[in-house]
Nanobody, 112 residues
Framework: QLQASGGGLVQAGGSLRLSCAASGSISSIRTMGWYRQAPGTQRELVASVTLPGTLYIADSVKGRFTITRDTARNTVSLQMNNLKPEDTSVYYC????????WGQGTQVTVSS
């Protein structure tokens, strides 16, 4: 079970930090990521991190979002800075590729 939290309403230019807590161990999962899905769109991967620490950051958020994982605490975090209205979505964490059960996600709304 994956529980995402930390979303909310923020003005453009603001910051949020999302956290994902896993009820089971994710220490053996090579790649964990954050996805997002806006209404009427497909879910997309925005950032991922491997166990050795290799990062992937989507072009749309590069330079603004950072992903980290704490294997000991079974958590994955997404620091989002300089948020834009187009970042408005429900954000989810999962493995990459996604094979864990999706949690409810956390809503991020960025006002202009």
């Amino acid at each position: 079970q994956l529980q995402a939290s930390g979303g909310g309403l923020v003005q453009a230019g603001g910051s949020l930090r999302l956290s994902c807590a896993a009820s089971g161990s994710i220490s053996s999962i090579r790649t964990m990521g954050w996805y997002r899905q806006a209404p009427g769109t497909q879910r997309e991967l925005v950032a991922s991190v491997t166990l050795p620490g290799t990062l992937y950051i989507a072009d749309s958020v590069k330079g603004r979002f950072t992903i980290t994982r704490d294997t000991a605490r079974n958590t994955v975090s997404l620091q989002m800075n300089n948020l834009k209205p187009e970042d408005t979505s429900v954000y989810y964490c999962n493995s990459v590729p996604a094979f864990l059960n999706w949690g409810q996600g956390t809503q991020v709304t960025v006002s202009s």
